[in-house]
């Protein structure tokens, strides 16, 4: 089991670039979830999905975020125009379903940082 | 809102002494508690977990304790080593598999 795979680990750009951060799931998980680590705020969830489909993205914060899942082996997070209030470290889950008692998995994580 | 809270950002210890991590919630739906364990670097890897019919979950040197009146639990690693420091996060799933985490706790055990 390779775990939940993110990509890239670090990404440096410029404010106004479009940021696209990566991940894959364990196979067979089929809910994924996207989590922001800050200093402040800890671990924040931006949005989840279910079989593929975005169950609740309440916690997105601004239309420049945005998540796809277009299969059940892969998922983006989108940041477009990114800001330096973005800086933070992404993380993306996964969770086996049937049971909302299953631990999350989680991937070692995107380091963000925009200058 | 924090929903869990961990008021504790730092704690050090003495390589074989007990440390005791807390968390308090303040959602009486919360029926399941996790804690993580998160290394420089990599993702928060899951530790152990309660349900909230248990007052107490033991692994190894690892225990969580329950007090659901007082909507609070903690973590005690006994004896505590030095490959224990690191960053920990309590959370609670809710329904639709939402997870509310703590701001964490940094533990440093010295040697």
């Known amino acids: 089991d390779a775990g939940v795979i993110q990509s890239p680990r670090h990404e440096v750009t410029e404010m106004g670039q479009e940021v696209t951060l990566r991940c894959k799931p364990i196979s067979g998980h089929n809910s994924l979830f996207w989590y922001r680590q800050t200093m402040m705020r800890g671990l924040e969830l931006l949005i989840y999905f279910n079989n593929n489909v975005p169950i609740d993205d309440s916690g997105m914060p601004e239309d420049r975020f945005s998540a796809k899942m277009p299969n059940a082996s892969f998922s983006t997070l989108k940041i477009q125009p990114s800001e330096p209030r973005d800086s933070a470290v992404y993380f993306c889950?996964?969770?086996?379903?049937?049971?909302?008692?299953?631990?999350?998995?989680f991937g070692n994580g995107t380091r963000l940082t925009v200058t | 809102d924090q929903q869990v809270k961990q008021n504790s950002p730092s704690l050090s210890v003495q390589e074989g002494r007990i440390s005791i991590l807390n968390c308090d919630y303040t959602?009486?739906?919360?029926?399941?508690f996790l804690w993580y364990k998160k290394y420089p670097a990599e993702g928060p890897t899951f530790l152990i977990s309660i349900s909230s019919i248990k007052d107490k979950n033991e692994d190894g040197r690892f225990t969580v304790f329950l007090n659901k009146s007082a909507k609070h639990l903690s973590l005690h690693i006994v004896p505590s080593q030095p490959g224990d420091s690191a960053v920990y996060f309590c959370a609670a799933p809710i329904t639709g598999n939402q997870f509310y985490f703590g701001t964490g706790t940094s533990l440093t055990v010295i040697p």
């Open positions: 889950a996964s969770m086996e379903g049937g049971s909302q008692n299953s631990p999350l998995h």
């Open positions: 959602n009486s739906m919360f029926d399941y």
